[in-house]
């Protein structure tokens, strides 16, 4: 039997869709753009507000004068309120940054790393450099899935069954990590290109590619937390073995591996994305051998959107990393194989297939959603509105 919801339910309920609208939202907005948002009274809004201001959660700034009239104010984050700390981790390189509400980030750190978990020792005394008591979660975007949300697989670097418990000690912040392409994908859906989109695919492309399925918004995670690994379906006939165990993947065709192998360079270990840069710039110049290289890439790249097209029938589906860089010099080249694939009665109105408009920052700011997804939880926000003894 479902249970009843007090008015002090209520009311953190209603705080919470508040906080959550102001993060949310593009811009800032007024207090009387709450109350209609949320449709609430004015004097409901306006108590709601007062309240999350002496908990140092929402702020109250002056709009610029426009007029005649009673002066407007709009509600921003609070200067002295909670922080999130967001993480990308990528094959050979870490950014550490920092997230207040509504999403705006300020990057704090970032560097190398020798591709071992010793890459985890940098990153926590890097945090340790930066962190405060505003600092209330830690989100970390990883370049690989996470079984059972701790047992960390990154094949192209040789990681297998890597334990997040004894990387991520109990001398770290309250952390949340997930899959980059995945968080890359929850990025687009709230902040770019699959914006209000009911149901999307996201892929994100870098050594190779991975991707998620975004319902309203929210991206998927399976049974086990590790949905998404559309890289490593044989989608388009390869011949070679994965460094994941299977024969055929898709992602030896796809992304910055790909390239690299064409060239006659050992792919893996997160090595070679300078080289697959490269031999973009050169396709773009209209070199012949880097043209048939990007593409192959591109052909690749479509043969799968079409497949999985097939199964999913998304709206649109969004491209970051070389996804973007490949939409830019070879969209023809994508569309065209992507229809291929595509069953005869859905060629006439192929899914929308779009640069991703959050970039390169694509996993960092999904690492941030996570983390804010974590402070606006209702226990952790009640908790802070709670006078202190």
Excluded at 4 to 27: I, K, Y
Excluded at 163 to 187: E, F, K, M, Q, S
Excluded at 218 to 242: I, Y
Aim: charged share 25%; net charge negative.
């Amino acid at each position: 039997m479902p249970q009843t919801m007090t008015s002090a339910d209520l009311r953190t309920r209603n705080q919470v869709r508040l906080l959550r609208a102001v993060h949310d939202a593009a811009a800032p907005f007024t207090r009387a753009e709450a109350a209609r948002l949320l449709g609430i009274g004015r004097n409901t809004a306006a108590a709601l507000v007062g309240e999350l201001e002496a908990a140092r959660l929402l702020h109250e700034v002056p709009a610029e004068a426009g007029g005649r009239g009673r002066p407007t104010t709009l509600l921003v984050p609070h200067p002295q309120g909670p922080l999130a700390f967001a993480v990308d981790f990528r094959e050979d390189t870490w950014t550490l940054a920092s997230v207040e509400l509504g999403g705006r980030i300020t990057e704090l750190e970032g560097g190398e790393h020798d591709r071992t978990p010793r890459a985890f020792a940098d990153i926590r005394a890097a945090v340790a450099r930066h962190e405060s008591d505003r600092l209330a979660v830690l989100g970390f975007a990883t370049s690989g899935p996470i079984r059972d949300g701790h047992r960390l697989h990154i094949s192209h670097l040789g990681w297998d069954e890597v334990d997040l418990g004894a990387l991520v000690g109990d001398d770290w912040p309250v952390t949340v990590i997930d899959n980059d392409a995945r968080l890359a994908g929850l990025a687009e859906a709230r902040r770019g290109a699959l914006r209000g989109k009911g149901t999307a695919m996201h892929f994100h492309i870098d050594f190779d590619i991975g991707g998620t399925l975004l319902l309203g918004g929210d991206a998927q995670r399976g049974a086990h937390n590790v949905a998404g690994e559309f890289g490593h379906m044989p989608l388009t006939g390869s011949p070679l073995e994965c460094m994941c165990g299977v024969r055929g993947c898709w992602s030896l065709d796809v992304g910055a591996n790909a390239l690299v192998r064409r060239f006659g360079t050992r792919p893996g270990y997160g090595e070679g994305r300078g080289l697959a840069r490269e031999v973009l710039r050169r396709a773009e110049d209209g070199d012949a051998e880097a043209t048939e290289a990007v593409d192959a890439n591109a052909a690749a790249l479509g043969r799968g959107l079409g497949a999985l097209a097939n199964a999913l029938d998304p709206e649109a589906i969004s491209l970051s990393g070389l996804g973007v860089d490949l939409i830019r010099l070879r969209r023809e080249v994508i569309e065209a194989h992507c229809a291929e694939g595509l069953m005869a009665f859905r060629r006439d109105e192929p899914p929308q297939i779009l640069a991703g408009t959050v970039g390169a920052a694509g996993p960092l700011t999904g690492a941030a959603e996570i983390a804010w997804d974590a402070i606006l939880d209702p226990d952790r926000v009640r908790e802070r509105l709670q006078p202190k003894r």
